[in-house]
């Protein structure tokens, strides 16, 4: 997956991380922002999550938020 990548932020404290899609000339490039005050076992599976958004294309997904982290593998 070299068309992800994953940056630490400081983000609200009830956000473990989010990422988000962008449409590039030459193909879909992901940004998955982590928080910066995780552990770094909890980062670890953060970064699991978000892969996963990624793997299933969550972003254009005719499901609603709520409905996608219900059925996410990792958490
Ligand atoms: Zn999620």
Known sequence: MDNVRFVRAKIPARTHGFAVK???PDGDF???VISEDLSDEAA???VLHEIEHVREDDFTSEYSVGEIE???KVR
Do not use: G, H
């Open 22 to 24: 962008s449409c590039q």
């Open 30 to 32: 992901y940004t998955a």
């Open 70 to 72: 219900n059925k996410m």
């Open 44 to 46: 670890y599976r953060a």
